[in-house]
């Protein structure tokens, strides 16, 4: 039986079809920037929205099951194999599932005379095709640990089904079927992240012969996902109650907690992992923007878009950049023009906060499209030639694989 490495360099067809990363990621941040590059005109009406949806729904829909959808599926793609011990989808099975995730894109985009229950379907295919493959692998496998990962991808399917249904009544983009999709992606970010940020940083700061450590997994954070959780239900559910703001407030603080004793501030010289710890800030500011939303210091849209270009944007953007490498056999350190892409998306999530804040100011949202769009952009165009490359000489595993979730 072929190992993983084995079944990559047998597959003679492109690159970009030899592990799921790759097209996943290259599409997903083109898609990101695209979106951006489309949704500016349409807010100020110089572009009509396709028929099936209004311009927020379409918006919303194309951010976090478009760029979003795509960042997880070529995650699981990648991370299924390390859990697992089983061999990768790869050549003309991955293209089928890329090609199935592009078809989405075009039929929630263009004005095609097609009845939104068959654009649902079609948007929904190639998320229903990786649960499949995500829970034969686990299964087939016994990697029954990571069973709460795929319970946390299901609810972002079910939250997109949802979506497509209340999207019939043109507001989708304000309906529990968006904000349980967010929740879940949230959800996975606080759970992922707690494994890889702190191991990443350890290896490298013991490579540099530091003795003071992040903090191993401890009761701590458990309390955190714990208490993340319950806030999330608690957004999903009732996302306008006084109770919600405490429960967000509270999680908010605790993931802070959590985030302080990983030793951020001794990553400073390497933008690969001071990324990840910043990332990570985002999604507890996630936590206490909706708390200030349900305080009525901000609007709730505005908070939701702190953990969306946020959390999940930045976050995903520091492990595309990272696994990237890793799984490509490069050197596990970021140019100056990654670290501009860096700089970029977390100032267009700065930004937004601030249009948050001050919402009249539509300056700042034209300016946080921009940064947006120059930092995926960005991304796309560095990373080209590593996602449709061949791998580089072999290298032992250093830290920039997907590892499993703790």
């Known amino acids: 039986m072929k190992t993983t490495t084995q079944r990559i360099r047998s597959w003679n067809g492109p690159a970009l079809l030899s592990f799921g990363f790759r097209p996943f990621f290259l599409f997903g941040a083109i898609w990101a920037a695209l979106a951006m590059l489309i949704w500016l005109p349409m807010v100020m009406g110089r572009i009509a929205p396709p028929p099936a949806l209004s311009p927020v729904d379409w918006h919303a829909h194309a951010m976090l099951f478009g760029y979003g959808g795509a960042a997880v599926a070529g995650f699981v793609l990648t991370a299924v194999p390390n859990w697992t011990g089983r061999l990768p989808v790869t050549g003309w099975p991955l293209a089928g599932l890329a090609g199935m995730w592009l078809l989405g894109r075009i039929v929630t985009t263009l004005p095609l005379p097609l009845p939104p229950l068959l654009i649902a ?36 399917v079910a939250g997109l089904v949802v979506f497509h249904v209340q999207a019939r009544g043109g507001a989708a983009a304000q309906g529990w079927g968006l904000r349980l999709a967010l929740a879940a992606l949230v959800m996975l970010m606080a759970l992922i992240g707690g494994r890889i940020i702190p191991s990443f940083t350890r290896n490298w700061l013991v490579k540099r012969g530091e003795t003071a450590l992040p903090a191993p997994m401890d009761q701590i954070d458990k309390a955190a996902l714990v208490v993340g959780a319950v806030a999330l239900v608690a957004f999903v559910v009732a996302p306008d109650a006084r109770l919600t703001a405490v429960a967000c407030g509270l999680a908010g603080a605790v993931h802070l907690l959590r985030l302080s004793r990983w030793r951020g501030l001794a990553t400073t010289a390497e933008p690969l992992l001071w990324i ?131």
């Open 121 to 156: 379907v079609v948007d929904l295919s190639v998320y229903a095709a990786l649960m499949f493959v995500l829970l034969r692998e686990v299964i087939a496998g016994k990697n029954w640990r990571n069973l709460p990962v795929v319970g946390l991808i299901g609810l972002f």
């Open 276 to 406: 990840l710890h910043l990332a990570y800030a985002w999604v507890a500011a996630g936590f206490l923007s909706v708390a200030a939303a349900g305080v009525d210091l901000m609007l709730p849209a505005g908070a939701q878009h702190v953990w969306m270009a946020g959390g999940v944007g930045i976050l995903t953007l520091a492990v595309m950049s990272r696994a990237s490498l890793g799984h490509t056999g490069r050197a596990l350190t970021a140019t100056r023009g990654l670290t501009v892409v860096y700089v970029l998306a977390n100032l267009a999530a700065a930004l937004r906060l601030a249009y948050a804040l001050a919402p009249g100011q539509m300056w700042m949202l034209h300016a946080a499209g921009t940064a947006w769009i120059a930092a995926f952009g960005g991304f796309a165009v560095l990373y080209w030639p590593i996602l449709t490359g061949p791998r580089i000489a072999a290298r032992q595993p250093s830290g920039g694989q997907i590892q499993q979730p703790g």
